[in-house]
Structures are given as C-alpha cells and as structure tokens.
C-alpha cells in the first residue's frame, strides 16, 4: 500500500501539471490534492500507529469507524434487550416517564421467560386496587442516638459529585429532589453550591480526600464539617468507605484540573494534585470507625450518619457489626452499593473484576445485622443499576428499606448513554465541563423529568407490591421473588439467599455460611487473622 501511494502520487501528480499546463485553472486541484499527499507522507514516517504507516491516509478510516461503531452499534444493531450497561428497553422507559408519555409494551414481553436469570414477583389472586396504596411511601432513618431522623423516600438520587457531573445536570437533579420531595446525594466531590441553589434535600457524601471538609494536609476538618452539616438543606451524611465501580481505589485530580470553583467548593489548593486515598485517615479500624460516626453525628446535631461501602472481604463488614455490639454506637443507615454500579470514569478491571454484586451483597449485609440483631436501629439503602419499578421491589425483597439511581437519574435528565463520560465530551451536557456542551441541558425543563421520573417509577414498585396483595414495600420478602436458574428448575430468593434467625451471630455455634468469617473477623482491625482458623467440627454446627 505504501508502494501504491507513492506510485499513484507520482503518476496523478504528474497528470494534474500537464492538464494545469493545457487548461490553467486546473492548478486549483492542488488545494485539495496537496493537503491528501502530504498526510499520507507524514502517515509513512510516523513511528506511533502502524495502520496509517502501512495505509497512508486510508488508515484514518480505521479511527472514523472506530468512533462511530458504539453508535451504530446502539442505534441500528443492538436489539431492544442486549444493549449494555443499560438494554433499550430499559433507557426506553426512563425516558417515557420523565416525559410523561406512554411507558406501556404491546403484544407481550420480548424477555426469553425460559432464559437463565429471568426473574419475576410472585403475585395474588387478592391484589390491593392500586388506588387505595399509599404511592409516596416514606422511612424514618435514624437510630436511636438520632435527633433529627428523616422521613425518606424509597428511591433517591444516588452518590454523583459535581465535577463527574456538569453545574446544569446538578442543578436539574437537585431541583427534580425539591419537586418530588426526595434526596439528593452530592458524591465524594463536596458540598457545592450547586447542590443547594435550588432547595432539595441533600445527603452529604464525606469521601477519602474529605472534600469541603479539610485542612490542607488532606485530613478532615471538623470545624469545616460542622459549619456544613447543620446547614438545614443537609438531611443525612454519608461517609463512603467504598464505591461499586471502583472499590478499593483512590484518585487524582491533577492540578491543571483544579479551577478556582472547584478548589474553593472541595477546600483545596489551586497548583496543586488533589488526591483522594483509597483509605480514610479519620480511623484505622472498626472500632475508631463508630467513634468517627458518633462525633460527625454530634457535630451535626444529631442528624442521621451511616456509610456506603462495595462489599469485599465479608469478614470486614463483619468486623464493623462486631464492633457496633461492642460501643453500642450504630451507624442510621448503610448504603449497600454493587460492583455494577459506576456512573463516570473508573478502571476496566475495577469495573469489571472487584466489589460483590448488589444481590449478593444486600443479602449478606441484611443477614449479618439481623444475626448480630442491628437491623432494627439500622436503614438498609441499596444501590447498582436501579432504574424500574421491578429494581426498587427486588431489593426491597432482598432487605432493602429503601434505594438509589444514580444512572437511571443521568436518562431522566437525557442522558443517551453514549459511553462519553470519561472524556469531557458529552453530547447532552450531563458529564462534562464543556460550557458549550451544558448549555444543551435546560434546568428548567430537566429537573421537572427528574420529578417525574421518581413519582413514575415509585409509583410502577408500589403497584407491583399491590398486585402481590401487599401494602407497603417492608411487606416483601425473598420468597416472593423467583429466578430461574435452568432451563428446569427455578428458585426464589429465599431458596438462594436463605435467612438466618436474628441474633444468631451474637453466639456460637453461628450459622455454618458464616461460620469461617466470623472466625477471621476483630471489631480492632479491618485485616481478617487466619492465624486461629482450624477445620470446623460441623456436626456442631447450626443448621441454618
């Protein structure tokens, strides 16, 4: 090809001066054919893409198809039902209820019913008329050191920092919560102004890097923190020990990066890198952790405080319940979030390979404080790819008291999933920094789909819970939930995650599924210890 380029250059050149010769206003082809070869010789002695040194000026169509394809991909290939993270099916009907138009299906699922991993809610022969069941369902989250507990939602807007996401789309989000009278969660990236211009409830997210609450060093401020956390927009703190898409991870916000808004709202310093650790300095283990909880509890003035975390090592989690028992100081809430969850930018093998699933880990985190008896102090919030009304019940069967959307949220305010996050490039204005690009997302009209988003889908789970012949989401439990796991047999959630009896963790012998993390935890370090493991005798063991 190389030979080819050289050989036509030469031989179109050639013709090109002599028909410049016969015919003089041909000479103006060379506007367009000069440009055309001198690529081509760059292509050939470029020593950094092979394609376009081998095919000069051919191989730049390589990168045009290349950019093209997730789009073609997504709008002429995939069907209604493969796409990914989120099949068309589902975008379809986030966008249909933030628009308040028709979400119904004609002529019957397009879901193969007898596919592995197809999952639905048992219901009754006496389903509740829908009209007689309370459609804005409300917890109480607050435990009983709480002075202030809050009369949540069941579905709020989970953890996006402003900075992942535009000044526009934070906005519209937080509008969309004051409309519809449900939270917003601010992610790691701090409390901004932003967040609280337009009056919705706040769920404060305090992250490794402790941002708009830090001292210079990166540690956190408790003054700083006070003065935000009674701010009465301020309902709940959050401090994320984890996050789905990148558990275990830290970050860097290089210094170029680092604006004047963004290094006054996060308390950082203009020139310089702002790292967030993959670890909190504010305690060292579980223990630490509960007195950590108690103080941002009081600096708030009682305001209610849990945490999120992607489930790891199961002992660790353990670890921290043992260390509830011990203190007596209980977290109001937890936020359970899985490794499918993400919304901007994170590694592929993260994203891919590292945290627990959302089932799995719903499931164990409500089994483990039901078995140290915590759960009646304690809010179970869970989060990863919640979008429809079927996403609230099923966690809701799983344990959950209430969920959070984080990506669900990003279609309502018109997120087209063009898998453009992570590089400032986002054609709808959600995830960028683009002034250009966020002018293309109206507050106005985007924070009223949000409402209407949250009212739809809350309204779609509390008719699925009627049609069981239940009143309230607390109703649900695992055994109304089947999934088939082949083409024969099908089990329900009680069947793959089964109960253990309350308080069964506070004694030995403990249930034979937690029997070996439970000897590895210690409410003094979040390190599991094998040094005292032996093989279990398990014709001791409890049957559950």
Known sequence: MRKLFVVSFFIIFSMLTAWSIIWPPAVWSFLFMGPVYLLGFYDMVQPKHSIVRNYPVFGHLRYLMEELRPKIYQYFIESDTNGTPFNRQNRSVVYQRAKMVDDTRPFGTELDVYDNGYEWLNHSIAAIDHHKLNMD?????GGPACKQPYMASVFNISAMSFGSLSMNAILALNGGARLDNFAHNTGEGGLS?????PGGDIIWQIGTGYFSCRH???TINYDAFAERAV??????IEIKLSQGAKPGHGGILPAAKVTPEIARIRLVEMGEDVVSPPYHTAFTNPLELMVFIQKLRDLSGGKPVGFKLCVGHKSEFLAIC???VKTGITPDFITVDGGEGGTGAAPLEFSNSVGMPLREALAFVYDALTGFDLKKHIKLIASGK???GFDLVKNFALGADMCNSARGMMFALGCIQALECNTNTCPTGVATQDKSLMKGLVVDDKKVRVANFHRQTVGSAIQMIGAAGLTKPCDL???????RVNHSQILTYGELFPYI?????????????????????SENTFVPDYSGVTNVDYSNVSSY
């Open 137 to 141: 369902p409300r917890v109480k989250v």
């Open 501 to 521: 009896p309350k308080g069964s963790l506070l004694n030995t012998p403990y249930p034979a599924s937690f029997e070996f993390d439970m000897a590895i935890s």
């Open 216 to 218: 210079k060093d990166g």
């Open 386 to 388: 919640v979008a429809t």
């Open 231 to 236: 701010l009465p927009q301020v309902k709940m």
């Open 322 to 324: 043992k260390a509830m």
């Open 193 to 197: 102004d932003y967040h609280l211009q």
């Open 477 to 483: 439990h695992r055994m109304y939930i089947y999934r």
